[in-house]
Every structure is written in structure tokens, then in C-alpha cells.
């Protein structure tokens, strides 16, 4: 039996009117075209609801049955529907701001009161995902916009302002031999030509050009690194350093992360800044995403 609501809705009007001329009026419909609805509607019933005659329409026994369970059912589907519009409203006030780590810098809050600023109604959440998604949560839809580190995956699919530009340091055991000679220096750096031979701590390769990044591809001039182990969160990225896994680049905000109890870092010469930028995807247009964006390029140009 496929009886849809616009069936009930009528014949709920009928039975409460107990006129079929008032009920259509009260619809916004043809009383022939009501009294063809409640007929295709008896037929689909085996029943007639109502008993007509020239003068009155009163309910059958079939009718009197019926009608609290199409009130039932009228009044849930009206809760059905109130619910949806707040969830939808709370879909687009809500917009989830995915990272991998906190991103720090004053960032979240500078961006929050610009952003809240302008729609009052916006509702930022902050998301945690691992450092195997480059894109932390934005190449599968579970984030809006994201906190990432360039260059992403897929670049074509996103469009993105860069809100911080910081020198790559590298991150060693206290006791390593380069830390001396880095505390030796006069600028206490180190050359990238020192590193080129060390067991360097990567990101899951599902991390891709970031993985590369973070490894100095770009400046080894073909040279292969070597791996001493991947790494999948700040906390890991500590313990493989401290425990002597291998050294590994990091850019000078994200210092504080990994560098503690037995770890130290220095700036490395010879290698180009790393960049954090706030993404979207290429193909969201929502409001809150083109806003969030907007404060973004707005706090980049006061930061760099």
C-alpha cells in the first residue's frame, strides 16, 4: 500500500471539516480534484472513510479507525520537518576547521572574532586529524576549511591564503654532534649539507609532496634521504628524536611541540620557508567557507 501524506493531510482536513467544499477551501485545492484524492485513497484502503449524501459527510467506522493515526502520523512528519530545518540551520552556521596539530601563532582566535564578527551565528569546531591526511579532513569532506602545511596533495583541488611563513628548523637529540656545532655558530644554525647523510624521521607516505617537503626534497639536489622511521603526531615525532631514530625538519612555530627533555633544535641554512595556510576545497562556495578564507587572507597579510 503506498499512501502518502498529502493523502492523510487531506483526509484529516475532510474528517475535521466534515465538508468537502470547506476542506478543499481551506487547501487551496478544487473540490473535484480533493474528492478524486480521498476516492484513490479509499481504493487504496479497500474501505470508505466517509458517508456522503446531499446534505452531510460524517465519518465511517473504517473513517473514525483511521483518522487518529493520520493525526499521528501528520503530527510526527511535522516534527520530522522542524527537526530537518534545525538541523540544516545548525549545518550551515556550523563549520568544521580541521588540523593536525594546533596551528598556534594567535591563529584560531584572531581568525574566530573576525570570523564571528561578520556572522554572529557561526559556529567554529576544531577537528583533529592524523598527520597521514595532508589535507586534514578536507580531501574527504570531513572538514570545511583546514590548518595546513603546503605543498598539499591534489593542489588543483584547493584554493588557500597563507597565514604564516617560517623558517624549516631541525629538531636533534641534545647529545648529537651537530647540536654542538650549531651551539657553536655564530647565527646557531646549521647547513643543510650537514644533514644530507642523516636518518631523517618522515611522514606516512600517504602525506605525499608534504612528506617530501619535510625531507628537504627540495634542496638535496637528487640526493635520496635516508629513513629512520615514520612518524604520525608531535608526540610520536618527540620520542623517535629523543631515543636517537633520526633528526627531522620542522617548521620554528611548531618548535615547542617536539622540542623538550633531551631534545633541541636550530635553524637550518640553505633550505626555503614552510608555509601554513587555511584551505578549502575548490568547489565549496558555502558562505561561512568563503568567509573563513576571507579573515585568513586578512590575518596572512598582517603576519608576513
Known amino acids: ?17 466534515l465538508s468537502f467544499t470547506r476542506a478543499a477551501e481551506r487547501l487551496f485545492v478544487s473540490q473535484p480534484a ?17 458517508v456522503r449524501d446531499r446534505r452531510t459527510v460524517r465519518l465511517t467506522a473504517v473513517g473514525e479507525a ?11 512528519w511535522r516534527a520530522a520537518e522542524a ?10 552556521r556550523t563549520l568544521v576547521i580541521g588540523m593536525s596539530t594546533s596551528p598556534g601563532r594567535g591563529l584560531l582566535p584572531a581568525l574566530r572574532t573576525r570570523l564571528v564578527s561578520r556572522h554572529p ?78 636518518p631523517f624521521l618522515a611522514l606516512p607516505p600517504a602525506a605525499g609532496p608534504l612528506r617530501d617537503h619535510w625531507l628537504a626534497l ?9 629513513i629512520g622511521g615514520v612518524v604520525a603526531s608531535a608526540e610520536e615525532t618527540h620520542e623517535a628524536v629523543a631515543g636517537g631514530q633520526g633528526v627531522v625538519l620542522l617548521a620554528a612555530g611548531n618548535a615547542a611541540l617536539v622540542v623538550r627533555d633531551g631534545v633541541v633544535a636550530a635553524p637550518v641554512r640553505g633550505l626555503p620557508a614552510s608555509r601554513l595556510a587555511v584551505a578549502a576545497r575548490r568547489d565549496d ?11 585568513a587572507r586578512e590575518v596572512g597579510a598582517t603576519t608576513w
Open 1 to 17: 500500500m503506498n499512501v502518502h501524506g498529502r493523502d492523510l493531510h487531506y483526509f484529516a482536513s475532510v474528517a475535521e471539516e
Open 34 to 50: 480533493l474528492s478524486k484524492q480521498i476516492r484513490v485513497l479509499e481504493k487504496r484502503l479497500g474501505a470508505d472513510l466517509f
Open 66 to 76: 483511521l483518522l487518529p493515526h493520520a493525526r499521528a502520523v501528520l503530527a510526527a
Open 83 to 92: 527537526a530537518v530545518e534545525e538541523a540544516k540551520t545548525a549545518e550551515r
Open 121 to 198: 551565528d557561526a559556529r567554529p569546531v576544531l577537528r583533529q586529524v592524523n598527520w597521514a591526511d595532508p589535507s586534514a579532513g578536507l580531501a574527504d569532506g570531513s572538514s570545511d576549511v583546514a590548518f595546513v602545511w603546503l605543498p598539499l596533495p591534489d593542489d588543483e583541488r584547493y584554493r588557500y591564503a597563507v597565514v604564516a611563513r617560517e623558517p624549516r628548523l631541525v629538531a636533534l637529540p641534545d647529545g648529537h654532534p651537530l647540536a654542538a656545532r650549531a651551539a657553536s655558530d655564530p647565527e646557531g644554525a646549521v647547513d643543510l649539507a650537514d644533514l644530507l647523510e642523516e
Open 218 to 226: 627540495d634542496a638535496r639536489d637528487g640526493r635520496p634521504p635516508r
Open 285 to 295: 562556495g558555502r558562505p561561512l567557507v568563503r568567509a573563513y578564507l576571507a579573515v
